[in-house]
């Protein structure tokens, strides 16, 4: 699916945060193809379906108290989505955009009108805890988070604050890897974790489709966006960047014993 969509503002003389993001020397500007395979290329080396911790669990080698601490860990970074969505819309100049944006925060806060899909992905997130085991009010408790997965959390909301539009939206092109791995891991958990009711997976299989829509939709958006040379390589940076906070949230929860 592809989407035509007008560029967002390059606030450039935003304030840059201290994380981070090596730019390399600028030369020609990349062609849209050039420039979009190197943006998946990032992804395709650095996402996190390839972290041990992933690997093991749609191995099904986790034990019930380590998937409990991932599910409780990422809720965090879960929670925290429509905050650095809000953050991006507030950086978008036309009425189109934001209304892109918009529908992202209301696929996660939910509408809570009652009707269908009301619920939104925090919920279904907290009914996936719950499927595993573990109570709202726990999942909420960010003190029971590991530090390394609150440190990643926050640099990423950080770098959406303060980082140009652009840059934020790049970020969140972890979104072109995310279907492919909501069908690993929807299978991996029928298989090897059935003491998790199925209805707890509704999260994964809403992320199938609107996975794929918003990647495209941020896909396009940065396509119109980076013009010239400095702003493509800032946004492969960006996701660079992205890929790496997934990463190393992976890395807290793997080496947490608590």
């Known amino acids: ?21 090596t730019v390399p020397p600028t030369g020609a500007v990349w062609p849209a193809a050039e420039f979009t395979e190197r ?9 996190h379906d390839r972290h041990p911790f992933n690997l093991r669990m749609h ?9 409990r601490r991932w599910i409780a860990a990422r809720f965090h970074y879960q929670r925290h989505i429509p905050v650095k969505d809000a ?35 925090i919920e279904r997130w907290l009914r996936l805890g719950e499927a595993a085991g573990l109570g709202r009010e726990e999942l909420w408790d960010a003190s029971r988070v590991p530090p390394g997965v ?29 279907p492919d791995l909501m069908r690993t891991r929807i299978a991996a958990f029928e298989r090897h974790y059935p003491w998790i009711d199925p209805a707890g997976l509704a999260y994964f299989r ?10 495209e939709e941020a896909l396009a958006l940065v ?22 906070v997934l990463w190393a949230l992976l890395d807290a929860v793997d080496g947490s014993t608590s």
């Open 87 to 121: 953050l991006i819309l507030a950086g978008l100049d036309r009425p189109e955009q934001r209304r892109l944006w918009l529908r992202r925060i209301r696929d996660h806060d939910g509408t809570g009108d009652g009707g269908p899909g009301s619920e939104g992905g």
């Open 39 to 47: 943006l998946r290329a990032v992804t395709a080396a650095r996402y």
């Open 150 to 178: 609150r440190f990643a959390v926050e640099a990423y909301v950080t770098f959406c604050r303060l980082r140009p539009t652009l840059d934020a939206v790049a970020a969140s092109l972890t979104e072109l890897s995310a």
């Open 223 to 244: 396509l119109a966006t980076a013009r010239t040379r400095a702003q493509q390589e800032r946004a492969v940076a960006a996701l660079t960047f992205k890929c790496e």
């Open 206 to 215: 809403t992320r199938v489709t609107q996975g794929a829509r918003d990647g």
């Open 1 to 21: 699916m592809s989407t035509t969509v007008p560029p967002v503002r390059d606030a450039s003389t935003v304030p840059r945060t201290d994380v981070p993001v």
């Open 59 to 67: 191995r099904g080698e986790l034990t019930p108290a380590e998937l």
